[in-house]
């Protein structure tokens, strides 16, 4: 199962990844930690990232991409994975599908985590991450409008892309999108 899995900050996408991994078995990446660990480590990514993370700003695409696809040619992606954070620029979904053609294993489905503006600061906010000040999540809003929402058109063109309204626990989030995977 090769499923990406797309939503603002605060959507929950990191509860719901949890589950979905350990429904199908596959690796969950996470851009946003692996960027994390990145900037821990002071490897040459993480200092590149480091700064465009503290301002909510996106990493530029070259950064990102290097990290992603030598995450996917690992063998534990062999049965597939949850992308989780990427891709968050139509730039990177094309990089993205020329990687997938290229390995010929295509994405099975796209999930759109969509909750209400006014319930994600909130939600960002009782976390307490470095980058959860209110001014930084606002940030990372406007990126994810200006930015990330293309991508979930872009699939929806290619005819992959769920919609799920994540207004609602986590269990019926979770039951929403397994509904959506089972069709
Ligand atoms: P959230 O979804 O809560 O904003 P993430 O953990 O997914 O948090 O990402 C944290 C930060 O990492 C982003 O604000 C951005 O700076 C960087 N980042 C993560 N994934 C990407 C990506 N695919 N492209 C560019 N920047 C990224």
Avoid: W
Avoid at 50 to 76: A, N, S, Y
Avoid at 97 to 125: A, N
């Amino acid at each position: 199962m090769r499923l990406i899995f797309i939503g603002p900050p605060g959507a929950g996408k990191g509860t719901q990844c949890l589950r979905l991994t350990e429904l199908f078995g596959v690796p969950h990446l996470s851009t946003g930690d692996m960027l994390r660990e990145a900037v821990q480590d002071q490897t040459k990514i993480g200092r590149l990232a480091q700064d465009h993370m503290t301002r909510g700003k996106l990493v530029p695409d070259p950064v990102i991409i290097d990290l992603i696809f030598e995450r996917l040619d690992r063998d534990d992606c062999d049965p597939g994975y949850l992308l989780d954070g990427f891709p968050r620029t139509v730039s990177q979904a094309e990089s993205l599908d020329d990687y997938v053609r290229g390995v010929g294993k295509p994405l099975d489905c796209v999930i759109e985590l969509q909750v209400d503006e006014d319930k994600l600061v909130t939600r960002v906010l009782g976390r307490g991450r470095e980058d959860d000040k209110e001014e930084v999540i606002r940030q990372r809003l406007v990126a994810y409008r200006e930015q990330t929402q293309s991508v979930a058109e872009y699939y929806q063109q290619q005819g992959i892309l769920e919609r799920i309204d994540g207004n609602a626990t986590p269990e019926e989030v979770f039951d929403r999108i397994k509904a959506a995977l089972d069709q």
